[in-house]
């Protein structure tokens, strides 16, 4: 068994690897936490019984302590990664690190190389490299000699209106200059996704997108500042009322308040950012991107991150010289057609946990590493570092308006 303290209890910390924690005692025990939220540290600590000495509102806090244990897991805001990595690390932590490692691609880059020079596990919460279905296209794609060469991809991140509305309208990432572009926070996912099946260079980036719905000239006449007091509420598919004004223990609404009690949440709704109209917040990040991207082969791949969608997950076509191969994450379905006539559908093995048992498969892997240093992860630092510099690349792209070349744009960061 391993020893590990958490920095952030909140949705990832607490739900995801928290409860990894929980369920499988005889792997890994969580021994310190640091949550600045009073109610969320309190509930995590009594969870994995954590003494009060090991309680603390800030991950400052945390890391000006001796080594508290073997490994530590950071999930803090976007924002709040790199200085905790960078500390962390001279500690002699192994981490866990929630994606994305930094929203600036210089402090992505120093992390990784860091890490790798000293010689500690860094592993990036990439988890869908995890997945089953996805392990199971890799391994499709693999056989070359089936299914042949890569020649196009069109992929898409469907976000679900929903999923919009609540984390990138209303909730953490919906401003860019508190946390994360859109296509950083949402969809690195996807970006390296396509580096790891491709597995070969991107040498040029170019992107489009634009916050264009969520935006107060889109209110419906006679829509209020908050929902709670609005006339049109009733009948608007955004209504935070519908969302999160219940008593149950899920998501969205155990996100806003974790207890489940009516009052707090209504005062939540009365007077947080999770009761403000979808139309009137503070939101920056775009609500639909696309992404162009020509690998060293030659292959092409178009990526479609939107936020208009009614459910939430990936679909994707891939033409390769001897088979069309697609498939969707909704149905989790694969269908490969071979050029011969032949058609094979797959349906991957399922994992119980979220992302489609990901974030159980990688903390498993992750407590692996820790045990056995030879042990080489999916999701090394240097490798999700270099899928966060597609992203970085697209939107200098979106910013400028200009195809950029990657070999350029990287010789550049590291002047």
């Known amino acids: 068994m391993i ?21 499988r005692p005889n792997e890994i025990k969580i021994v310190a936490v640091a949550e600045p939220d009073d109610t969320k540290r309190a509930m995590f600590a009594e969870a994995h019984n954590i003494p009060e000495e090991n309680q603390f509102k800030s ?46 691609a210089r402090e992505s880059l120093e992390m990784a ?40 991809v069109e992929w898409t991140e469907n976000v679900g209106y929903y999923h919009q509305a609540h984390s990138f309208v209303r909730g953490n990432w919906r401003n860019s200059d508190e946390s994360s572009s859109m296509l950083l926070q949402k969809s690195c996912h996807d970006m390296d996704l396509i580096q790891w099946l491709m597995n070969e260079q991107c040498k040029k980036v170019s992107s489009f997108g634009r916050l264009s719905y969520f935006r107060e000239e889109y209110a419906p006449e006679g829509s209020g500042e908050r929902c709670i007091d609005c006339a049109v509420e009733h009948d608007c ?51 639909h991107q696309v992404v162009n991207l020509e690998f060293e082969s030659g292959a092409t791949v178009a990526f479609t991150m939107s936020a ?15 088979a069309e191969i697609t498939g969707s994450t909704l149905t989790n379905e694969i269908r490969i057609k071979y050029y011969t006539g032949e058609e094979v559908i797959i349906h991957p093995e399922q994992v119980m946990g979220g992302h489609g048992g990901a974030d159980t498969l990688i903390m498993r892997d992750f407590v692996k590493q820790i045990n056995d240093k030879s042990h080489q992860t999916k999701t090394s630092a240097i490798e999700s570092a270099k899928s966060h510099l597609i992203v970085f690349a697209a939107e200098e792209s979106r910013a400028s308006d200009q195809t950029v070349l990657m070999d350029d744009y990287v010789e550049t960061l590291r002047k």
């Open 3 to 23: 020893t590990a303290a958490l920095l952030g209890a909140g949705s990832r910390g607490m739900k995801a690897y928290g409860r990894y924690a929980l369920e």
């Open 237 to 287: 598919p955004y209504s935070a009322l519908k969302w999160y004004y219940h008593d149950k223990d899920q998501w969205p609404a155990n996100t806003m308040e974790q207890t489940g009690d009516l009052k707090k949440r209504l005062k939540a709704l009365e007077e947080g950012r999770y009761g403000v109209c979808v139309y009137k917040s503070d939101n920056n990040v775009v609500d």
């Open 59 to 104: 991950w400052t806090e945390l890391l000006d302590k001796p080594k508290l244990a073997e490994a530590l897991l950071i999930c803090t805001q976007d924002r709040e990664h790199y200085d905790p990595t960078m500390k962390a690390l001279d500690l002699g932590y192994d981490i866990l690190l929630e994606k994305p490692m930094s929203p600036d």
């Open 113 to 152: 190389e860091k890490a790798e020079e000293a010689d500690q596990v860094l592993t990036i919460c990439h988890v869908l490299r995890y997945s089953t279905y996805f392990m199971k296209l890799k391994e499709i794609i693999n056989d070359k000699e089936s299914i042949g060469d890569i020649m196009t």
């Open 308 to 322: 208009f969608t009614k459910e939430q997950g990936r679909t994707f076509q891939i033409g390769t010289t001897k």
